[in-house]
């Protein structure tokens, strides 16, 4: 079992080319990447997001991609469009002038323009650069993982020991369970005797057909059955190695149901308390399965 938080960094060189990839991922119910690459990579977006689709089923994923070129490339990186900037120092200064305004257009103004500065790329053939960039990628990938991995082992402790916590609840209830009818029984023969009324055989009659319309109504045995069958798949859920979050949270909304029903049916102070108990491990191991891939 995984969680859905990471961090990874991988590194390779290409021809005086540093690539570093750096990848963090978060909760979110769906599976999201968004790869932020230099412009010179763009075209190995696709590649990059199959690779990571492939480890990753879960959760908003964020790649960011730096390419350094090393010194022997560095002089080549930037030019000045000499041409550009002399338009655009004709054009400062004839503005100005029309304006009524002193000064010339700076060196710093004329630089900023657009298209003034161009930067020339350090990558002649990007897909040459993939070999390099699959490399560094999957560096990252298993760093992510192995912390996702790490924290999915104590997410899978803290669901175990809470998961506990309500089997405890349950079979205190199940134990309780069939003297709630007996102790039904027994309030209602000590009203009628508090009150000094004398029951007919037609009244006793009456009185045993109330109490099975209660046994009734109370009946909780197949709640129990089915919630202590969730226990046993949430279970087997933790000890899974593939993704398991949507399938708990489906088993924790399964669980609240059957909880509800009990408090619901079960028209007793003790097991009440005992639902209450299991509504609150239920809600921790709801927000706790928020955090599972």
């Known amino acids: 079992m995984r969680s859905m938080t ?13 690539i570093t990839i750096e990848i963090s991922s978060v909760n979110r119910k769906q599976a999201e990447v968004s790869i932020n690459l230099p412009r010179d990579l763009d075209v190995l977006e696709a590649r990059m997001r199959d690779e990571i689709q492939k480890q990753i089923s879960r959760g ?28 655009y120092a004709a054009e400062f200064t004839a503005l100005a002038s029309e304006l009524g305004l002193e000064g010339k257009p700076t060196l710093d103004t004329i630089l900023r323009a657009p298209g003034v500065l161009e ?4 990558v002649e053939d990007s897909e040459a650069l993939w070999p390099s960039v699959a490399t560094a990628l999957a560096t990252a990938l ?5 912390m996702r991995q790490q924290e999915g082992v104590h997410l899978a402790k803290d669901l175990s020991e809470r998961l506990d916590l309500m089997r405890r609840a349950a ?5 309780r369970a069939p003297d709630v009818v007996q102790y ?15 029951l007919t055989e037609d009244d006793r009659e009456r009185l045993l057909k109330e109490v099975a319309l209660f ?30 979050g949507r399938t708990l949270d489906f088993l924790a909304q399964e669980m609240n149901r059957e909880v509800n029903t009990i408090g619901s049916k079960a028209n007793d102070a003790a097991i009440a308390r005992e639902v209450v108990q299991l509504k609150a491990e239920l809600e921790r191991i709801r927000e706790q399965a928020q955090n599972i891939e």
Do not use: K, W
């Open 60 to 87: 908003r994923v964020s790649v960011r991609v730096s390419l350094v070129s090393g010194p022997e490339r560095a002089s080549a990186q930037t030019r000045v469009n000499r041409i550009l900037a002399a338009a």
């Open 142 to 146: 298993t760093q992510l993982v192995a």
């Open 184 to 198: 039904y029984r027994q309030q209602l023969h000590e009203r009628i005797a508090a009150a000094g009324i004398t």
């Open 119 to 122: 930067a020339d790329s350090p």
């Open 171 to 175: 079979a205190a209830v199940r134990e």
């Open 215 to 244: 046994a009734d109504r109370s009946d909780i045995t197949e709640e129990l059955t089915r919630l202590e069958s969730h226990f046993h798949q949430f279970t087997q859920c933790l000890a899974q190695a593939e993704p398991v």
């Open 6 to 18: 990471g961090y990874g960094c991988g590194e390779s060189l290409h021809e005086g080319c540093r």
